[in-house]
């Protein structure tokens, strides 16, 4: 059944109340104003990309920088050792985000703790914190990488890879903690107030009620640190560790030619990708919801 007017209603499932003309009207034109804002962005970067391309060819050294950094020839080349690298690279950034969450999460339940009594593992847990969060990774990745073996606590040779998990772990589990202690500071102290009224204890408090609000609050940044240790593993190469990066050196060093370079960025772009946007999404998506939220 329908009114007339802009009340008309269409009546879409049934058991629902009918859709009045005027929200049909601003549907559409809701509708017609996203496909021109599309075809805008579309038409404005595919100029703005030939207007680049035109710079780039026109420039006076771009034969030279062709052949040095887009060469077909070398860029097929060096894809196997490159992508026999990048997997050394997916090996550790797989240990280290095991390692990055546990160490974290402890860190972060540590500094959440209570009472005078705590306070030494409160001190320590800051201290860790501070420290790793201040020392760029490049240092912690020398200190580990040449200071263990100088102790000469472990028989035979230390694989550089497991090194470079180890400063991984240690560098950005102080950044997780810190990210996963103000999430656990935005819960509502009424839920671990309410979760100890029902007599959890302190450690069942966190774990069932406090951390999963906590964690589902700061997905977005959390996935951002993911994204960036997904390119700091990179850097183990400065161990001695034939990663992509190594890889793409050692090519360079042979051929004199960077374009194995281009290679193994555009692979670690490749490996990114997919979690960028799934960061995107995620952040979009809590926008929304906290928008939704606020809406009287």
């Not at 230390?158 to 103000?182: D, H």
């Not at 979760?195 to 609000?213: C, E, F, W």
Request: aromatic share 10%.
């Amino acid at each position: 059944m329908s009114t007339s007017g802009d009340q008309q209603g269409v009546a879409d499932l049934p058991g629902l109340p009918p859709t009045s003309r005027l929200e049909l009207n601003r549907r559409a034109f809701r509708q017609r104003q996203t496909v021109r804002s599309l075809l805008i962005s579309l038409g404005s970067t595919a100029i703005f990309a030939v207007v680049i391309a035109l710079v780039l060819v026109n420039s006076p050294g771009w034969r030279v920088t062709q052949d040095t950094f887009f060469n077909p020839e070398y860029f097929v080349a060096a894809i196997p050792a490159v992508w026999e690298g990048l997997l050394l690279n997916i090996r550790v950034l797989a240990f280290a985000v095991v390692g990055v969450a546990v160490v974290g999460v402890l860190l972060a339940s540590l500094r959440s703790l209570r009472g005078p009594v705590f306070f030494p593992l409160r001190f320590l847990a800051a201290a860790y914190t501070d420290l790793f969060r201040g020392m760029p990774f490049l240092i912690v990745l020398y200190l580990i990488g040449f200071g263990i073996p100088a102790l000469g606590l472990f028989q035979g040779i230390i694989p550089v890879a497991v090194l470079g998990t180890i400063a991984l772990v240690l560098t950005y589990s102080s950044y997780v903690a810190e990210v996963l202690r103000a999430g656990i500071e935005a819960v509502h102290p009424s839920q671990r107030l309410a979760a100890r009224s029902l007599g959890l204890s302190h450690y069942k408090s966190l774990r069932i009620v406090v951390l999963p609000q906590a964690i589902r609050k700061v997905t977005p940044a959390l996935m951002n640190d993911f994204v960036s240790m997904q390119k700091d593993v990179g850097l183990i190469s400065v161990l001695g560790a034939v990663d992509a990066v190594r890889a793409a050196q050692i090519k360079v060093a042979i051929s004199y030619n960077y374009t194995a370079y281009v290679v193994a960025g555009l692979m670690f772009v490749a490996f990114s990708w997919p979690f960028i946007r799934l960061t995107d999404w995620l952040t979009a998506r809590q926008q929304a919801r906290e928008q939704l939220g606020g809406m009287v």
